[in-house]
Each structure stands twice: as C-alpha cells, then as structure tokens.
C-alpha cells in the first residue's frame, strides 16, 4: 500500500514561492499518473496540476506559468514548484496518486474520480 506524504506548504506574503513535495512512501510499478489538488473551506477541491510519465500533463488556467508540476524518480518524489503566489492560492494542498495504470487522457484534472490514494495534505497560506 503506497501512502503518499506531502510536505513544503507554509505562510508567505504574496509574490513569494513555496515548492510542495510529495513523496510516496512504497512503490507501485503501476502508478503512472500523479495530481496536486486544493481545498478552500467552504468550496469544491480543485484540480491544480497532473503529471503523467513524468511528464506535465494539465494545469488548471489560473495557475499556468505561476506553477510547475515534475517527479524525480530517484526519490519517489512528485513537486509542485509555486511562484508569484496570490492570496486566491491559499488553501490545503494535497497530492494523490493513481493506483492502476490509466491512459494519458484520463491523468487530467477534470478525473478525479480516478485518483484513489490521497496524502493528508500540506496548508498553503498567503497573505497580501
């Protein structure tokens, strides 16, 4: 059982950068898509990014060329590097992780329904 373990959240001031890792904790040879999500309170989690392969797969418009989503093998570990934060960027960022090997075209935000292992989640906090 992989369990995914998210780290590198934080309180910044807007304009400021945070890089969020996730590691996964155990190995599936399966897993070949991977997401960061967020949660406000009070509104829907959103999809923020995808990487499938290691390879970008989808941003959400409202992060694209602020954030950047990559995976180092080596260390099991997935990133999402965040620049110019804005105060809308706060939330409770999670990573998770498919399980079983999907196509490229279902790694995107809009399926989240198939993302099925979750970390607990990292607060990201910006203040303007």
């Known amino acids: 059982q992989v369990q995914l373990v998210e780290s590198g959240g934080g309180s910044v001031q807007a304009g400021g950068s945070l890089r969020l890792s996730c590691e996964s904790v155990?190995?599936?040879?399966?897993?070949?898509?991977m997401g960061w999500f967020r949660q406000v309170s009070g509104k829907e989690r959103e999809g923020v990014a995808t990487i499938y392969g290691g390879v970008a797969a989808d941003y959400a418009d409202s992060v694209k060329g602020r954030f950047t989503i990559s995976q180092d093998y080596d260390k099991n570990t997935v990133y999402l590097q965040i620049n110019s934060l804005k105060p809308e960027d706060s939330g409770l960022y999670y990573c998770?992780?498919?399980?079983?090997?999907?196509?490229?075209?279902?790694?995107?935000?809009?399926?989240?329904?198939?993302?099925?292992?979750w970390g607990q989640g990292t607060q990201v906090t910006v203040s303007s």
């Open positions: 998770a992780a498919v399980s079983t090997w999907i196509s490229s075209s279902r790694c995107v935000r809009s399926s989240s329904g198939v993302f099925d292992t």
């Open positions: 155990g190995y599936n040879p399966r897993t070949n898509c």
